[in-house]
């Protein structure tokens, strides 16, 4: 737009709430739809797969605009959203019918990825986070929050700690970061690229500022922030996200009424990496839960569970006594079938609680809402009776926090009818009894329409028409009608309003005056109920941070009962945790594959690690025989143990691990853009920075993306370092098997092999761990199990042959070239690039005076090169 003055006064109007909302999609309220105008309209009707038209079609220029049904913006909204798009939602704020001029309109909400309440956009098993952050020089703040349930944290991050290991722990929705800070300091966290960040001024992070709104939701110097100083950047960070809350939502965010301080020496560390290769939440072929430890263990019945549990995957703890705790419960209840049974029984019952006091506090609720909460509430002396019985302390801090909150409860019993409507402003929410006017308003209505039930009768007896109905719609209100054929009948003093095709339509002034008094009171009822359910939903929202506490004594509740059924369903045992530095597994299962129904049995496996004798394990043996899934059950093992969780075993003891290092694979980062070998020496590089001795390290098959002998070298020192100065348990698989030489040489350094048989040239895998290095590797035989043609099969063991016997020559090459083209000489191709025997055509190549050379002439030189080594090895061929 250039010429204000060219616009109407509506355009205007428009044009002065866009500017405050550049970033986003402006919804423009007009009447019924929300219009979008000029590139919001063409980015949004792409989206929508709406019509783009165009206001003003006379204009050369005309303005391209779309538009939806306000009613329908349900469906239209989350689109956008999962575009990655903010919508502002502008309404008019003033009665159209009595506003002077244009009608006053105002945006009443940002609606945001990270700012959603609506349920179809929401994972009930997930928190949607909105996060923040604040780089200072030796402290960088991190604060974050869910308003979907008013779960809010805030943590301090020092180095070796980046942004990216946090983020990629939280997976925030969306990022708020101060103006002048650059995304550069993200560079690794993968999913920033699909995640919107929002630039905020400096002004909303300034000190002064951000303690103030911090003081204000979390009255933060009564909580246990004693760590955590006014001039922390955490309180910067938190400062700005809950300032950039409060602009966008227009409302006072009362559900985050509460902050958790986030401590990293209380957890392992799980970054990206771990959480992907081990695929906890996530599956990394698919992206879905499906076939993750999170969709294993997830036996939660609520909502608020199911959040906590994946929480817990993602955060394993480190102190032993706070595993214990957990452990102690799960036995409680695991023990006791019938207990385990009622209890999973009643927590169905219970929907996200969470979810819904904060629609309420955000004056988003409606009467269901209302209704869903109190028949939670309602089953809470239930969960209290049934758990009396446990002495277990985690369950009994667990139900102190559940309450019913009896006085609401009633208050809503009174107030709110069974079923409630949907919408707020249509009556039907508000049980008779509980007001008078509203009592005595329906009672001027229902006489009303018994009124015109006994007129209707009337005046079919004195005009003999039978047929006669008197009925109602919005544009006239009551009227009588009549059809056709009956018209000789109807008396001089009805007066006509409408004709139709089969039937006439009448009033009468008595209909009239009576239709005044009914409808005007069912106008006050309506209006009146609504002001009643605000009153109820604010007496409930008063009581927020008792209901949330609540909810999290439930959802407590329900990840132990959860993983009591998991240990049970799947026969784990309860793991020994110590403050050792020793990992030993008897007969561990992968808890995933164990449950994918592939076919064969699982074979469990036993493993040893310490931080002596059996440091780092040399993991040798083919393809598919099982080497990743032995590495990948150990850390999970370890990591579901330091969760509380019972693991697949028949006996583990773990020492806790500060963190799990993982480097798996050779190709599963070409998607984004550096080179396999790249990645995988930074990735290396990370781990052999920070791993401690209390960590444990899986390697597999690093070394790939490069020659055999860089891989081997770089694979072999690697090995040393690790086991030398980190001291960290470590399972390196490998297929090079000049490794095992390694154990032979190195104290706590040890090999070990997956078995495999061989029968009738083909390999049998047993999928069991021995002692020792693998003898052969039976990449053919994996070969051709996979299928490869016969002909290729047989060639290929030629040449093994061949490099079994004869290996390497003087230049480090195979050999195995030599039996293909000619015994005992070289190929051509071979020939040009080795270097002792200088290629004629390198030679002349190299003597070229390129300078004064026309283009000309440098092709054809270039031509006559390339006949001669085309020629040269026409001639080796031709030997054949
Ligand atoms: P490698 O890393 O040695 O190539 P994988 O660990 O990828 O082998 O295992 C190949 C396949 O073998 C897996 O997909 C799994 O289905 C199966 N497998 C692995 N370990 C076991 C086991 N202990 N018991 C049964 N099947 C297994
Ligand atoms: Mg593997």
Redesign the pocket.
């Known amino acids: 737009m250039t010429n204000q003055d060219h616009l109407t006064p509506l355009l205007r109007q428009y044009q002065s709430i866009k500017q405050q909302h550049t970033d986003a999609i402006l919804f423009f309220r007009m009447g019924d739809f929300y219009e979008m105008f000029f590139d919001d309209a063409v980015t949004a009707s792409k989206i929508l797969e709406i019509a783009l038209t165009t206001r003003d079609k006379r204009n050369e220029n005309p303005i391209p605009m779309c538009g939806i049904p306000y009613h329908s913006v349900d469906s239209y909204l989350p689109k956008l959203i999962k575009a990655g798009h903010r919508v502002a939602i502008c309404e008019q704020v003033e009665d159209p019918a009595t506003a002077k001029g244009i009608v006053r309109r105002e945006v009443i909400r940002v609606v945001s990825p990270g700012t959603v309440l609506d349920g179809n956009l929401l994972d009930s098993k997930e928190n949607n986070y909105i996060a923040s952050v604040y780089p200072g020089k030796d402290i960088s703040g991190l604060a974050f929050v869910d308003i979907s349930t008013g779960d809010f944290h805030v943590a301090e991050i020092r180095a070796p700690f980046t942004f990216d290991d946090e983020l990629s722990r939280i997976s925030p929705k969306e990022l708020i970061i101060p103006q002048g800070v650059d995304s550069s300091l993200f560079p690794n966290t993968s999913q920033l690229q699909t995640l919107c960040i929002n630039t905020c001024p400096q002004e909303m992070f300034e000190s002064g500022r951000a303690l103030s709104i911090f003081d204000e939701h979390t009255r933060w110097k009564q909580t246990g922030m004693e760590d955590i100083d006014a001039s922390s950047p955490v309180i910067n960070a938190a400062g700005g996200l809950l300032g950039y809350l409060a602009e966008t939502q227009k409302t006072s965010l009362r559900n985050i009424n509460s902050v958790n301080v986030w401590k990293r020496d209380r957890h392992m560390i799980v970054d990206e990496h771990v959480q992907r290769t081990l695929e906890l939440v996530k599956s990394q072929q698919s992206g879905q839960r499906r076939g993750t430890l999170f969709q294993i263990l997830d036996k939660t019945m609520t909502p608020m569970g199911g959040r906590l549990l994946r929480h817990w995957i993602l955060n394993p703890l480190m102190d032993c006594n706070e595993i214990i705790k957990r452990q102690d419960a799960i036995e409680e209840i695991k023990n006791n079938f019938t207990l385990r049974y009622k209890l999973r029984e009643l927590l169905s019952n219970i929907n996200d609680m969470e979810r819904t006091i904060s629609r309420i506090t955000l004056k988003a609720a409606n009467a269901r809402d209302l209704a869903s909460l109190n028949q939670c509430l309602g089953i809470i002396p239930e969960l209290k009776g049934l758990l009396s019985g446990c002495s277990d302390q985690f369950i009994s801090n667990a139900i102190n926090m559940t309450d019913e909150v009896g006085e609401l409860k009633k208050l809503i019993s009174d107030a709110i009818s069974d079923s409630p409507p949907l919408s707020i402003t249509d009556g039907g929410i508000i049980r008779d009894g509980f007001n008078h006017d509203l009592d005595r308003l329906r009672g001027i209505s229902r006489e009303g329409k018994g009124w015109i039930a006994r007129l209707e009768a009337k005046e079919r007896q004195r005009t003999g028409i039978d047929s006669m109905k008197i009925r109602y719609n919005r544009v006239f209100g009551y009227y009588i009608e009549v059809t056709k054929t009956k018209l000789q009948g109807v008396p001089q003093d009805y007066i006509r309003k409408q004709t139709l095709a089969g039937a006439e339509r009448y009033i009468t002034p008595e209909l009239k005056e009576y239709e005044e008094t009914v409808l005007g009171a069912d106008e006050k009822t309506k209006r009146l109920e609504q002001q009643l359910f605000e009153e109820v939903r604010e007496a409930a929202a008063r009581d927020a941070s008792r209901i949330q506490k609540c909810a999290r004594g439930i959802a407590g509740i329900d990840v132990i009962a959860a993983l009591a059924e998991a240990a049970h369903t799947y026969h784990y045992v309860r793991p020994v945790i110590n403050h050792g530095l020793s990992i030993k597994i008897k007969e561990g299962?992968?808890p995933v594959?164990?449950q994918?129904g592939?076919g064969?049995?699982?074979?469990?496996?036993d493993i040893e690690l310490d931080c002596e004798k059996n440091r780092l394990m040399i993991l040798t043996?083919?393809?598919?025989?099982?080497?990743?899934?032995?590495?990948?059950?150990t850390a999970i093992i370890v990591l579901m143990a330091q969760a509380g969780s019972f693991v697949p075993a028949e006996d583990a003891r773990i020492g806790v691990v500060d963190r799990i290092f993982t480097r798996i694979g050779a190709s599963d980062n070409i998607s984004e853009g550096r080179s396999t070998f790249m990645v995988e020496m930074e990735e290396t590089a990370n781990i052999l920075r920070n791993a401690t001795h209390r960590s444990l390290i899986l390697l597999?098959?690093i070394g790939r993306g490069t020659s055999t002998f860089d891989g081997i070298s770089i694979a072999w020192a690697a090995a040393e370092f690790i086991n030398r100065r980190l001291k960290a348990k470590t399972l390196f698989?490998t297929h090079y098997h000049e490794l095992t030489e390694l154990a032979l040489t190195t104290e706590g350094i040890f090999n070990s092999h997956?078995s495999v048989r061989e029968w009738n040239d083909e390999v049998i895998?047993l999928?069991?761990v021995m002692p020792g290095m693998a003898d052969k590797s039976y990449g053919i035989q994996v070969a051709r199990l996979a299928g490869i043609p016969m002909e290729v099969i047989n060639r290929s063991k030629e040449v093994l042959a061949n490099l079994e016997k004869e290996e390497l020559d003087d230049s480090g090459m195979p050999k195995l070239a030599h039996s293909e083209v000619n015994r005992g000489r070289r190929p051509a191709q071979t020939d040009i690039f080795s270097s002792h025997e200088t290629h004629p055509v390198l030679t002349e190549l190299k003597d070229l005076d390129i300078m004064n050379m026309t283009p000309l002439e440098a092709l054809s030189k270039l031509e006559e090169l390339r006949g001669k080594v085309e020629g040269r090895r026409w001639k080796v061929e031709g030997q054949r």
């Open positions: 299962r992968h594959i164990e994918m592939y064969g049995r699982f074979v469990p496996n043996g083919p393809n598919m025989a099982g080497k990743s899934t032995y590495m990948r059950q597999d098959e698989a997956m895998f999928r069991k």
